[in-house]
């Protein structure tokens, strides 16, 4: 509960920030007319442009100085090209959505990942990166508060004259930071992640690169002041650094309006037009600019992969390019709504306007100013299913940013929008393979902050508009006035249409049957997977037979994911079952968004290697838990040297009266009575319970569902374990093992055995032998911290666990060793995630510390 109040307080206290921005933006500019500001930003020089254009570039390129010394502190090197690519298209994409270091941190989870680094490796880069942003942020403004310490506006009403008690504060903590990594020599633990302390000389460039950093950001909006301003730039960025720390603060997307209000009311040495205009260059210099860039970037990298003429590096940018396409696509697109908002929302040229209506009619202008703004609306919208990959979102995006460039020169010849929508829709054309869900938009859920998004975006457009016509009174004729200079009705109309068009989407989504989050399976769901598990070639599907996992079903029904919760974790058991890829895609999609409807992580327990790619697109962490044993049948045999001790024990366990039998499932019930006496016999003599969810328990039902192996000794059942049996006869395996004590002491291997040649002769292709928790991990310098704790677990765990027993057991039957993956959140939830998985194997907390 407490996660869901911020969930929602966080974007409502950033709204009402904005609000409150919005209402200073209108108090300093009262006495301005929109126009005044126009024509400031056409008194801006081209080389205060090119050199504002300059310094973005030379901005960007040292922000990828983070990331570089990043990798050079986790000590695991990669290509300086992967680490540029990630940092500009990480701070190009946070820069204009907001909440900056989370949204970055989660690109970098998703490249990173891609490229090797473990989880903990890059939980240590962003920690890295976060330090030398703030660093930069200390240093930067401690020295420019100190040596131009600028007077607070009244207006913020704090306790302090001035900024230079704050600037010691940020250049004490500089120095402590310094003295900390010259004295302590021992890591930090963080939540169980282990945070080693840079070396000095690495702290020294960390504190460079963010100062220089801030600085040259700084300078981007110094060169566009006018030149006879009589402002130094120390003053200057200490202006510009206590507006984007205070926007960061708020947690408003962008900074946008609070960046801008407080930079408006700090420096009166410029006219306050003049300053207006300039901050919308410097937002679309130094934010819009490298957005589009990147955009454009994804958008090239799909036309010549399709046009075969990649090289390495253009290799490499499609591998992160699948990762990152939809959010970039969906910023930009967001982006493009904006402009057409923002466009209905202010006059047209004068000089386009008569020309144009020399060629159009008036009433096609009107209506093309009208659908003009509902096109951006509808934009606004479908950005969101862009990043959640639908293909109607894909088609719609399309369609919209056309139609918008259509409009645009349509409603005042505005060829610079239209070429930009253009651009836009260039860029989304070639990437038609990365939206492949099938879903309705409505009801796709909307993340708190995306809704905030479009509030804001609606909210600057409102403002802009009235801004813009505050001198034109107000009549009831205005709605209702046609004209060529009617813009403000022409605002007015398209204010209504906008509203109404989002109200009906809101309600249209509020109004939709709520899904229920479905509980334990009833018996007519038992038969229902039963039917999907009967065309399943995994056999580890029949797990979903024991009822203790609650089943999500596709809408066919030809598919499912099995699934638990304990805590935030809803853990899903392999991979879905049934159905075609595409199909398994929506599922795996449906199911993260029940448990952001609960607001749950969505988690992966023992995943295949061959679909990993899968889970990947939803921007979740893969570590390796062990891996999985499947014997080829067609090559086994108890001929031959290799096999001498698999044939000694079958021959012996035969010799002292054991006989093997198959019990098909019309009869299992005749032996549930002495089935039953050797689990409970079973429990009792290894001092332990049942355990769940991936182990199979004895439950009557479960066990009539298969058929059932079972060795008898002189005459007695003694042994017995459910077989699996997969689909198109690919696999057999087993799940529940029970025997009793007094049974002979090879009766094991001789059940596996006779079930192996069993397999063979009925002509199954694989027999699963199940997964070896910690198997193939290496514990080598450079390998993840997960790799290294497993493998050390692996070898010194035999007091806890018999990790390397089991491994030998299952490799003298020569099987071929396939990987198991968790796939899942990463970063700080790693260590509760695992936890709640141990959790529900083992039956609950006491089971994770007794047997």
């Not at 300053?275 to 799909?302: D, K, N, Q, W």
């Not at 918008?404 to 651009?423: C, I, Q, R």
């Not at 939206?435 to 479009?454: C, D, K, Q």
């Amino acid at each position: 509960m407490k996660s869901v109040r911020l969930t929602f307080l966080m974007p409502l206290l950033a709204l009402t920030l904005f609000g409150g921005a919005l209402w200073m933006l209108h108090h300093a500019l009262r006495a301005f007319h929109y126009h005044d500001i126009l024509r400031q930003l056409h008194s801006l020089s081209p080389l205060q442009i090119l050199s504002a254009l300059a310094l973005t570039a030379l901005s960007y390129l040292i922000m990828t100085g983070y990331d570089r010394l990043a990798t050079l502190y986790i000590e695991h090197p990669l290509a300086a090209a992967k680490v540029a690519l990630t940092s500009f298209i990480s701070y190009a994409f946070s820069n204009n959505i907001g909440l900056s270091l989370l949204a970055a941190g989660s690109i970098r989870y998703r490249l990173y990942s891609t490229w090797g680094l473990s989880t903990e490796e890059i939980a240590r880069v962003i920690s890295f990166t976060v330090a030398t942003f703030w660093l930069g942020v200390c240093t930067a403004g401690g020295l420019a508060f100190v040596i131009e310490p600028l007077a607070i506006p009244a207006v913020l009403d704090l306790p302090l004259g001035t900024v230079r008690p704050l600037g010691l504060f940020f250049l004490l903590l500089v120095a402590g930071y310094l003295i900390v990594i010259m004295i302590r020599k021992t890591p930090f633990l963080v939540a169980g992640w282990q945070f080693s302390l840079p070396k000095p000389r690495l702290a020294l460039a960390q504190i460079l690169v963010g100062t220089l950093d801030w600085i040259i950001a700084g300078s981007v909006l110094y060169v566009l002041l006018p030149p006879a301003t009589s402002l130094s730039l120390f003053h200057l960025l200490g202006i510009y650094l206590l507006a984007q720390i205070v926007s960061l603060i708020s947690h408003v997307p962008g900074g946008l309006g609070v960046f801008e209000s407080l930079i408006l009311v700090s420096m009166p040495e410029v006219p306050l037009d003049t300053l207006a205009g300039i901050l919308l260059v410097y937002r679309s210099i130094y934010y819009l600019f490298p957005l589009a860039v990147a955009t454009l970037l994804l958008g090239g990298i799909e036309f010549f992969r399709k046009r075969a003429l990649a090289g390495r590096i253009m290799r490499v940018a499609v591998r992160w390019g699948v990762a990152l396409t939809p959010q970039l696509l969906a910023a930009s697109t967001l982006a493009g709504g904006a402009i057409l908002l923002f466009s209905g929302a202010t006059p047209g040229v004068p000089g386009r306007l008569h020309w144009l209506h020399a060629i159009v009619p008036l009433p096609v202008l009107e209506i093309s100013h009208f659908f003009g703004s509902l096109v951006g609306a509808g934009l606004l919208l479908v950005a969101w299913g862009l990043q959640r990959r639908l293909d109607a979102a894909y088609l719609l995006s399309a369609a919209l940013l056309a139609s918008g460039s259509l409009f645009s020169l349509l409603k005042g010849a505005d060829y610079e929008e239209a070429m930009l929508l253009g651009l836009m829709l260039m860029a989304l054309l070639p990437c038609r393979r990365h939206f492949y869900r099938r879903t309705s938009l409505v009801n796709e859920p909307f993340s708190a902050g995306w809704s905030l998004m479009i509030l804001l975006v609606m909210g600057c457009s409102l403002w802009l508009g009235f801004f813009v016509y505050k001198h034109v009174d107000y009549s009831h004729d205005l709605w209702w006035h046609f004209a060529l200079t009617g813009d403000a009705p022409r605002f007015l109309r398209a204010l209504v249409g906008t509203t109404t068009l989002l109200l009906l989407f809101a309600g249209a989504k509020l109004l939709r049957p709520l899904r229920q989050i479905p509980g334990l399976p009833r018996a007519a769901e038992i038969e229902k997977a039963k039917a999907v598990i009967a065309t399943s070639v995994e056999t580890f599907a029949n797990l979903a037979l024991l009822g203790d996992k609650t089943l999500l079903f596709n809408d066919s029904g030809t598919a499912f994911i099995m699934y638990a919760v304990e805590g935030r974790s809803w853990v899903a058991l392999g991979d879905p079952i049934g159905g075609p890829r595409r199909e398994q895609q929506e599922l795996i999609w449906r199911f993260r968004e029940v448990c952001e409807r609960a607001e749950g992580w969505p988690v992966f327990y023992e995943i295949s290697h061959n679909t990993t790619y899968l889970y990947l697109d939803l921007g979740l962490t893969l570590i390796k838990l062990g891996e999985e044993a499947k014997v080829p049948l067609a090559q086994f045999s108890l001929e031959g040297k290799a096999r001498s001790g698999l044939r000694y024990s079958h021959r012996r366990a035969e010799k002292e009266g054991c006989s093997f039998e198959i019990i098909d499932t019309s009869k299992v019930s005749q032996l549930m009575p002495e089935l039953q006496n050797i689990s409970d016999t079973w429990l009792s003599g290894k001092n332990t319970k049942e355990k769940g969810f991936s182990l199979g328990f004895f439950q009557p039902d479960y066990l009539r569902a298969n058929p059932v192996a079972v060795v008898r000794y002189k005459g007695t059942l003694v042994a017995f374990a459910n077989v699996w049996l997969g689909a198109q006869q690919e696999e057999v395996s087993i799940d529940l093992m029970r025997f009793l004590p007094g049974a002979p002491h090879a009766t094991m291997d001789y059940l596996f055995i006779s079930l192996i040649l069993w397999g063979k002769q009925q002509g199954y292709h694989w027999f699963n032998l199940g997964m070896a928790p910690l198997a193939g991990l290496e514990n080598r310098p450079h390998a993840p911290l997960w790799h290294r704790v497993g493998a050390m677990v692996y070898q010194h765990g035999e007091h806890f666990y018999n990790f390397q027993g089991l491994r030998a057991y299952k490799e003298k039957f020569d099987p071929i060793w396939e990987p198991r993956y968790l796939a899942s959140p990463g970063g700080m939830a790693l260590p509760r995630i695992l936890t709640n998985i141990a959790t529900l194997i083992s039956g609950g907390a006491q089971g994770i510390l007794g047997k």
